[in-house]
């Protein structure tokens, strides 16, 4: 059986023959031009575009099941309030003279009745909440 061995390239090689390549292309004479103009339908109308309305600072409506200082307490409930299919996130956040506390909060809700329908579930199933209602601050409405 014969040896049968690719020669190494090297960089260099590679370049060069990459550049041989690229040298047989031939540039366009001219770069595509588009006429918007004529794709787009005639409106001559030259009205800026209305501003948007500015973003709804209706309160969001939450349902808070707990606060804990161990995480692994949020997480039980959680799991808990999951079986019930119920959905439900856990805020982490440092609060002055408590430390950590992982609220578990649900929502948001875009009525009260919704926020009412999954009280009175929990409620059923002994799991006391909490309303909250937040206002959104300028910054975090898109």
Do not use: W
């Amino acid at each position: 059986m014969g040896d049968r061995r690719q020669p190494v390239q090297t960089r260099q090689t590679r370049k060069r023959a990459h550049q041989a390549r690229c040298a047989r292309i031939p540039a366009p004479d001219t770069a595509p031009s588009f006429d918007f103009y004529k794709v787009l339908p005639d409106n001559t109308s030259s009205a800026l575009p209305a501003t948007p309305a500015p973003a709804d600072t209706a309160p969001r409506l939450y349902l808070q099941a707990g606060a804990f200082q161990r995480a692994d307490e949020a997480d039980n409930l959680k799991a808990q309030l999951a079986l019930l299919g119920v959905e439900a996130v856990i805020q982490t956040s440092e609060v002055a003279n408590k430390g950590v506390l992982h609220r578990v909060r649900i929502g948001p809700f875009h009525t009260a009745d919704e926020a009412n329908r999954t009280r009175s579930l929990l409620a059923q199933n002994n799991i006391p909440v909490t309303l909250v209602k937040e206002v959104p601050t300028q910054q975090e409405t898109p």
